[in-house]
């Protein structure tokens, strides 16, 4: 069991660093083509939830997509609440557009796995469901930012394009091989623990697999550009749904509405509920707001603890 452990710090040690690597290196190459600010805080999402895609579709593969469920969910709140609350605790204050069009359709798509789970399970419908409404949110929220200027980013000079594309493939591809025996390993620590594998997820990969989202706020905050981070933790937060969508569409995933459930919907409505009312007073996002978020998560992880007790055999 000791070993174990061992080996999944290691594993989530490397499947950060990789998908670390996908993403510098995508990120140039986005930045070549002169993205703008908005499509480019949905490429960096699409691309830092390459971790959570991967190992959602090992853990259907092993038939414990449960852990998905947990992870993803949860994803949301450590992003929203642990990431971007101590993003705004440490620098301050991040500018938003204020605009309640943006923030609201987008905290709805967010919590509708809540809404499709009700049931106890995810099925073909709910899969298209989830898909469908990643799509059209995508497509709303470039109508709506269609005119905002294009992001300008130094990348220097030099012809870098090549390596970088190999550079990037080899991050998703260490992403896959981590995340694959990320899931063999859980699987076999779940024989010594008394623990539900939605509160594994919860706590343990909702984190884990972020480790991209952490970094690129990181870097955001030493090169001051929180607007990017804010984007782009934004654009993570809805590609969960797309990837539990696309889950669902590979099998029915079938998991237990009880306490833990409901506990994980309560905090996601409530971290949703805040972000939008900051998001929108104001026009920015400040310390006090962050600290709010902060808070929200703690409280979060510590209900998830007590629902968890006694988990060692």
């Known amino acids: 069991m000791a070993f174990d452990a061992l080996a999944l710090f290691f594993l989530f040690a490397i499947l950060g660093w990789s ?8 990120r140039y190459l986005g930045s070549v083509l002169n993205i703008r600010l908005f499509a480019f805080g949905v490429l960096l999402g699409l691309v830092t939830t390459l971790p959570e ?18 992870n993803l969910l949860g994803g949301v709140i450590v992003m929203l609440g642990l990431i971007l609350g101590a993003s705004l605790v440490l620098k301050n204050k991040i500018k938003t ?3 309640l069009a943006s923030a609201i359709p987008a905290a709805l798509v967010i919590f509708s796995p809540v809404i499709f789970g009700m049931d106890g399970n995810y099925g073909l419908a ?13 497509f709303y929220l470039y109508r709506i930012n269609h ?39 859980t699987l076999d620590l779940l024989q010594y623990v008394r623990v ?24 955001s905050w030493r090169k001051k550009s929180s607007e990017l981070s ?20 590979l099998r029915p995933i079938p998991f237990e509405t009880n306490i833990e459930y409901w506990n994980v919907a309560v905090f996601l409505a ?39 007790g006694g988990i060692f055999a």
């Open 230 to 249: 804010l984007s782009h933790l934004l654009s993570s937060s809805f590609t969960n749904v797309l990837v539990l969508g696309i889950l669902a569409l």
């Open 19 to 26: 998908a670390d690597m996908a993403v510098r290196n995508i």
């Open 147 to 185: 005119f905002q200027q294009p992001l300008h980013i130094n990348i220097g000079y030099g012809n870098k394009v090549t390596k970088s594309v190999i550079a990037a493939i080899a991050g998703i591809i260490g992403v896959l091989l981590a995340s694959h025996w990320i899931v063999e390993i």
């Open 97 to 99: 557009d204020g605009r």
């Open 53 to 70: 895609l991967s190992l959602g579709v090992n853990a259907t593969i092993d038939r414990a997509a449960t852990l998905s469920v947990g």
């Open 126 to 138: 709910d899969g298209l469901a989830m898909v469908g409404l990643y799509i059209g949110l995508l």
């Open 196 to 219: 539900s594998q939605l509160m594994i997820g919860l706590l343990m990969f909702s984190v884990g697999t972020n480790l991209p989202e952490i970094s690129i706020a990181v870097a």
């Open 270 to 308: 409530a971290t949703l509920a805040f972000f939008a009312y900051f998001y929108h007073s104001g026009k920015k996002m400040d310390r006090r707001e962050g600290a709010i978020l902060l808070a929200i998560y703690i409280a979060f992880v510590a209900t998830s603890l007590v629902l968890a």
